[in-house]
């Protein structure tokens, strides 16, 4: 969501902060009682580099008397320098096409290698003279990046054909549903980190700890090289093929400082406990892609106002959440609530969730769905009586659940206008179900019967799910009150509904997202219209059954009131006696 996606902007920022804190306190004695003492940086500051950089097929590059697989040579480099290069910010460019291997055109796999050493040495190790081990950094990455690309067979269930590609069902065929394909993208940055921490080993805390390497000789730990892609949106990777002759790529060197470093190690860290499958990985990234362009293209201030209100977001969701559960709680009648409302909402979420798990949403999205569907079918439990029968059982063996309205809904004429509100509500319900089902059989593609039932079902509720707030809208009306109602549940979610609004023109997003936003504006205006015109009457029963009458004083002082008057109609005689 859009909400969700903006927030980890802010957990980001909270995590580099805690990074910034330092190593923690290390343990002074290793199990074998040898001390564990701060290291030092092997590259002092100001120390005069070179950069080799070689692209080979090879994981582990060896092959540097090829003088074709020498990509980039950069002498005179100076170590923690900002202020040098084309820029004056200390960076350097290097742009060139490589020649495309017939192996890497079939998914193989293409390795860059980065050595830095100290200026007048070489990165072989076979040169003896020139070689020197704590003089050269080297670290390696694959350069292309291996995708999924799902291919859904979808067709018109009535005519049986496919707007799809013939190329790609061919392909489909071939190598099933699901293809995993090479992608490249030309721009990569090379990052050496200035930082001189007294990093302590074994106490480095991750991920930052899978970058720093510490020499085993010396105990000191080498420059970090940090292979920096943050910015290379999803979007704009291609796949490698057949077609392909030569791939551009654009290396760029640049210092970068410990904090941006922390915040950037932090941002890509995989759990390495994490159970999550690897395609919700790719689909984390591409969900990335919408806080990186928000980051890019959004004013600074815009940005900073959409943090902190992504957090009030949080805080009123948890409210409107637990008033939610507060108000069905303690709810002792169901005057002037619509009961229908409620399992209409469950067939809703009903939907909704099947509908997910049919496209293979993120998995957090399922999970965060299914718990609403639980609160939903928590509530009928709240709204109706529901018993087991035991002695109808379901083939003999299962209970039959029995579901009856509760006195307090029968009794009430609550009941007659929620039946009234959904009689008038089909007539305009039921012909838009219709015609959206013939339009969806007709003109849009499906997998199958069963999804086209749970597309046409969502993308329904989607549309006109705001017709279903009427009813209650309808009922407040002909009660002429709206005590009733849960009225700070309504308002948190009424303020998320405005801060929706605000993600809504931050982020892009599609269309009909921004028409419900707007529809929920309009009818919770409706609902504060209501209150404003339904004046608050301290007889009339309020959300919890009760009033604002405390009706044991009123009987208390009926009664003093009755024994005054007695006393006042009795004879004289009688008064004097007393």
């Not at 910034?20 to 343990?27: A, L, M, Y």
């Not at 948890?318 to 209409?344: H, Y």
């Not at 009755?562 to 006696?577: D, F, L, Q, V, Y």
């Amino acid at each position: 969501t859009p909400k969700s996606t903006i927030f980890l902007i802010f957990i980001i920022w909270a995590i580099s902060s805690w990074f910034r804190r330092g190593p923690s306190t290390p343990d002074p004695n290793t199990p074998a009682g040898a001390p564990r003492v701060p290291s030092r940086n092997l590259f002092p500051k100001n120390t005069l580099m070179d950069l080799y950089v070689y692209v080979s097929q090879e994981e582990v590059f060896s092959d540097f008397n090829n003088t074709e697989t020498l990509f980039w040579f950069h002498r005179d480099l100076v170590y923690g320098d900002w202020n040098t290069g084309e820029g004056e910010d200390g960076c350097y460019q290097h742009d060139k096409e490589l020649d495309i291997p017939e192996s890497v055109q079939h998914n193989g796999s293409l390795y860059i290698h980065i050595y830095f050493t100290k200026s007048g040495f070489h990165p072989d190790p076979k040169r003896k003279g020139q070689y020197r081990r704590l003089s050269t950094v080297h670290s390696t990455r694959m350069l292309n990046k291996f995708k999924r690309r799902k291919f859904l067979k979808t067709k018109n269930l009535l005519t049986g054909e496919t707007e799809a590609d013939p190329e790609m069902i061919k392909r489909a065929e071939s190598h099933g549903p699901v293809e995993i394909i090479s992608h490249w993208h030309p721009n990569l940055t090379i990052n050496m980190v200035d930082d001189h921490t007294a990093w302590v080993k074994g106490s480095v805390p991750p991920p930052l700890d899978q970058y720093v390497k510490f020499d085993a000789v010396s105990g000191d730990y080498y420059p970090i090289v940090y292979f920096n892609d943050y910015w290379n949106l999803q979007k704009d990777y291609y796949p490698i093929n057949d077609t392909l002759t030569k791939l551009p790529l654009r290396l760029t060197y640049c210092p970068l400082s410990l904090w941006r470093w922390q915040l950037y190690a932090a941002q890509n860290a995989r759990s390495p406990w994490n159970f999550l499958p690897e395609d919700t990985y790719e689909q984390s990234d591409e969900d990335q892609d919408s806080v990186k362009v928000a980051l890019l293209e959004t004013n600074p201030y815009l940005l900073g106002l959409t943090i902190i209100v992504s957090i009030v977001h949080s805080i009123f969701e948890f409210l409107a959440f637990k008033n939610d559960i507060q108000f069905w709680n303690s709810r002792q009648s169901l005057e002037g609530l619509s009961v229908r409302s409620i399992i209409f909402g469950v067939f809703q979420s009903l939907v909704v969730l099947l509908y997910i798990l049919d496209n293979e949403t993120n998995f957090v999205v399922q999970v965060s769905v299914f718990i609403g569907l639980l609160i939903d079918l928590w509530k009928i439990t709240k709204v109706m009586d529901v018993k087991f029968d035991r002695e109808n059982k379901i083939a003999g063996i299962i209970p039959r659940l029995v579901f009856s309205d509760k006195s307090t809904y029968v009794e009430s004429s609550t009941k007659i206008y929620d039946d009234m509100a959904f009689r008038y509500l089909s007539w305009l319900l039921y012909p838009l179900f219709g015609c959206y089902a013939i339009y969806s059989l007709l003109y849009v593609e499906h997998k199958g019967w069963y999804s086209w039932i749970l597309s046409m079902l969502y993308g329904f509720l989607l549309t006109f799910g705001f017709i279903t707030m009427t009813p209650q809208l309808f009922i407040n009306y002909k009660m002429k009150s709206v005590a009733h109602l849960p009225w700070r549940m309504l308002t948190y979610k009424a303020l998320n509904t405005f801060i929706d609004d605000l993600f809504a023109f931050v982020i892009k997003m599609p269309m009909m997202y921004r028409i419900g936003c707007l529809r929920d504006d309009v009818v919770f205006f409706i609902y504060l219209y209501q209150r404003w015109i339904y004046r608050v009457d301290p007889n009339r029963v309020n959300e919890y059954g009760t009033s604002g009458v405390d009706h044991s004083q009123n009987n208390t002082a009926d009664t003093a009131a009755a024994t005054t008057a007695a006393i006042t109609n009795k004879p004289e005689g009688e008064k004097k006696n007393d």
